[in-house]
C-alpha cells in the first residue's frame, strides 16, 4: 500500500504562488494532482508520467502550474503561480500504476489526505 503524504498548502494573495509537494512511501509511476472545492466535484489538475518526460494540464492552470518529480525523493511537486480565487480548493496527490499520464480519477490507485489552498482576492 503505498502512502502520499502532501505538504505545501496555505493561504496566499490572488496572484501569488505557492508549491505543493507530495512523498510517495515508495517508488510510483504516474502521478496526478487533483483539486476540489465546497459543493464541487474532484477535479483533474495536472500529470506527469514515470520518467518526467511526459506531462498534461487542465486548461485552467495551463500556463500557471507546472508539475515536476524528483525520483531519486519519490516525490511530485506543483508549482502554483498567478493564484486566483477560483484555484481555491483542497488539492490532492494521486498515484497509480500506469507508465503514461491521467486524467481521470479511475486510472490512480493511491491517494494523499489533501492539503488545503485559500486564495484570497
Known amino acids: 500500500q503505498v502512502q502520499l503524504v502532501e505538504s505545501g498548502g496555505g493561504l496566499v494573495q490572488a496572484r501569488g504562488s505557492l508549491r505543493l509537494s507530495c512523498t510517495a512511501s515508495?517508488?510510483?509511476?504516474?502521478m496526478g494532482w487533483f483539486r476540489q472545492a465546497p459543493g464541487k466535484e474532484r477535479e483533474f489538475v495536472a500529470t506527469?508520467?514515470?520518467?518526467?518526460?511526459?506531462?498534461y494540464y487542465a486548461d485552467s492552470v495551463k500556463g500557471r502550474f507546472t508539475i515536476s518529480r524528483d525520483n531519486t525523493k519519490n516525490t511530485v511537486y506543483l508549482q502554483m503561480n498567478s493564484l486566483k480565487p477560483e484555484d481555491t480548493a483542497v488539492y490532492y496527490c494521486?498515484?497509480?500504476?500506469?507508465?503514461?499520464?491521467?486524467?481521470?480519477?479511475?486510472?490512480?490507485?493511491?491517494w494523499g489526505q489533501g492539503t488545503q489552498v485559500t486564495v484570497s482576492s
Open positions: 515508495e517508488r510510483t509511476f504516474v
Open positions: 494521486a498515484a497509480g500504476l500506469d507508465y503514461g499520464t491521467a486524467v481521470t480519477t479511475q486510472r490512480y490507485s493511491y
Open positions: 506527469i508520467n514515470w520518467s518526467a518526460t511526459a506531462t
